[in-house]
């Protein structure tokens, strides 16, 4: 038996409807139960195993666990090593509000038709999801993360008898949208603000601008807000002054992004400017 330390922690996230439970469990067992949410669950470590509609199914490191509201199941370390992962719920309510943005026109919610999925594709996205609710991000990226997340997770692994719209040339609402994220660069926007502008879905306005513009819209936004950045730097303002102003955390949330797009840091490059105009 394993005699280390269990850690569990469940809390709500920033985003209305969503709960995170993260847990490295290594003798613990959960009685039958059922949620009156979805449960969207990826193993780490070691493996788990649960109760099910009347059989017993384990997961194993990087597999996902998905459990639909009302029902029954149970759930315990299923080796030696106990068993590591993290579980996100979300309420019928988020659910009905992705399923809308998703262009979804038919009745009824999505049902998981296996308790046990192996998705590559779909790892990627969760865990970078996982990885924008425990940091400070932009909520349209935020917001783009999600959208991919369920819309991957419903059409290949629901009954929810739906496909996406293929897009089309929206060069008016592009162009649009692009004029909105260049003078608003600096503001924490959301897809609903942008879709309304538009009056278009916001996933299919995600992926027209993709597909026209070549970048999404959060990451249209943050291109901008770098040059803006970079033209602050050849005055003699505070970089801390400038990270805020320009829509970044701080002042080491503007130099992750300015090296990843420039090759250098902020202060290297306002050096560099000012020898040169010297």
């Known amino acids: 038996m394993n005699t280390g330390v269990e850690v569990a922690h469940l809390h709500k996230t920033d985003i209305p409807g969503v709960e995170l439970f993260n847990a490295r469990l290594l003798n613990h067992s959960f009685d039958k139960h059922f949620h009156d949410s979805y449960t969207i ?19 194993h490191p990087g597999e996902f666990h998905l459990i639909n509201p009302g029902d029954v199941h149970t759930g315990q370390v299923g080796s030696r090593e106990g068993w590591s992962f993290c579980n996100l719920y979300l309420s019928i309510f988020f659910a009905e509000k992705i399923l809308r943005q998703l262009e979804r026109d038919t009745q009824g919610l999505p049902t998981f038709t296996h308790p046990t999925i192996s998705d590559a594709s779909l790892k990627t996205a969760f865990y970078y999801l996982l990885q924008l609710l425990g940091d400070r991000r932009s909520q349209l990226e935020v917001d783009t993360c999600i959208l991919d ?30 004029d909105y994220l260049e003078a608003h660069y600096a503001e924490n926007i959301s897809i609903d603000v942008l879709s309304n502008l538009v ?20 990451r249209y936004q943050r291109n901008w807000q770098l040059l803006q950045a970079k ?48």
């Open 199 to 218: 009056n278009l879905s916001p996933h299919y306005l995600i992926r027209c601008f993709h597909r026209q513009v070549g970048l999404p819209p959060h």
């Open 41 to 59: 669950g990826i193993s780490h470590r070691g493996e788990g195993r649960f109760w099910w509609k009347g059989k017993i199914y384990n997961t």
């Open 231 to 278: 033209q602050a730097l050849r005055t003699h303002q505070p970089l801390s002054k400038i990270a805020m102003e320009q829509g970044f955390y701080d002042q080491s949330h503007l130099t992750r992004y300015f090296k990843r797009m420039f090759g250098v840091t902020p202060a290297q490059y306002r050096k560099d400017s000012f020898v040169q105009d010297a």
């Open 149 to 178: 997340v369920f819309a991957q997770l419903f059409l290949r692994h629901t009954k929810c008898n739906f496909s996406l719209t293929l897009p089309k040339q929206e060069t008016r609402a592009v162009t649009e949208v692009r």
